[in-house]
């Protein structure tokens, strides 16, 4: 082998960064407990670190991260936890907006906001309006999503358009779900160990890649991220093809 090629051969392949990351933003509560910590400080320092991954998504040239903050079946948890994690939501929004705004993220939510209060709602809404033109990173939060309610909303409302059944085909189910424009995501990270999806993305992540490392949300940093998405340059995405065809 000449030299030229020998060196071609171990320089190491680029990184693939995937388009959409997804994550299932878990182990706050466990790593509350780690340090003897009341859960509502874990849900504190899981957003602080929210804040870290959006910035190293945006520098890595990611282009779309859902985070998922509350399920539809988090509102089952005791109800001072419950309001715990919406005061953080609203805190969220009042003291994070400028900087995310300067950042150039353009701010999305998937799920239904009805279940919040008028003046959350006015203020989740104020936020996707004001910064609907950034394009530097889309970052789409789950708050009361879940993917099974997503889709029955969206049978709901492929029926109400009166559309006939013969007609429906996997893109018009794409076109009513909170996702609706959004490519799927192409990796989808759980933190903390569980190997579940909890309801997070079940249509959109037919095909995702799935990473799930022990660390708690909380303890998610930049190294793990890339760690991640060195995982993911690795893994050979099929859909459904044989080897050699893809
Ligand atoms: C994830 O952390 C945050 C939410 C679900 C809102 P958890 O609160 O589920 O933390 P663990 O799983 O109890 O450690
Ligand atoms: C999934 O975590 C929901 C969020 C991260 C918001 P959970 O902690 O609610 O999931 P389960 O109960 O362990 O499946
Ligand atoms: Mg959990």
């Not at 071609?8 to 780690?34: C, F, T, Y």
Request: aromatic residues 8%.
């Amino acid at each position: 082998m000449s030299q030229l090629a020998d060196r071609e051969q171990s320089q190491p392949e680029p990184l693939k960064i995937p388009v959409h990351i997804g994550i299932i933003m878990d182990g706050n509560g466990r790593w509350a407990r780690a340090r003897r910590l009341p859960r509502q400080a874990g849900h504190r320092a899981g957003t602080e670190n929210l804040r870290r991954i959006i910035e190293a998504c945006a520098d890595l040239g990611v282009r779309i991260l859902t985070v998922y903050a509350f399920s539809t079946e988090n509102w089952g948890r005791p109800e001072s936890e419950v309001q715990g994690l919406l005061n953080i939501l609203e805190h969220v929004i009042d003291r994070e907006l400028a900087d995310l705004h300067a950042q150039g993220v353009q701010l999305r939510h998937i799920g239904v906001l009805e279940a919040l209060s008028d003046n959350l709602q006015n203020k989740v809404r104020g936020a996707i309006e004001l910064t609907q033109s950034n394009q530097r990173l889309v970052l789409n939060i789950a708050w009361n999503y879940g993917g099974r309610q997503e889709i029955v909303e969206a049978v709901r409302r492929i029926v109400s358009t009166g559309i006939s059944p013969d007609e429906i085909t996997e893109a018009t189910i794409d076109r009513f779900l909170f996702t609706a424009g959004l490519p799927d995501p192409d990796l989808i990270i759980r933190t903390s160990g569980e190997m579940r999806v909890s309801n997070f993305m079940i249509w959109q992540g037919a095909y995702s890649e799935y990473y799930v490392t022990p660390t708690f949300w909380p303890s998610f940093n930049r190294a793990e991220l890339e760690k991640a998405i060195a995982v993911f340059s690795q893994r050979e995405r099929r859909f459904g093809l044989a080897p050699d065809q893809t």
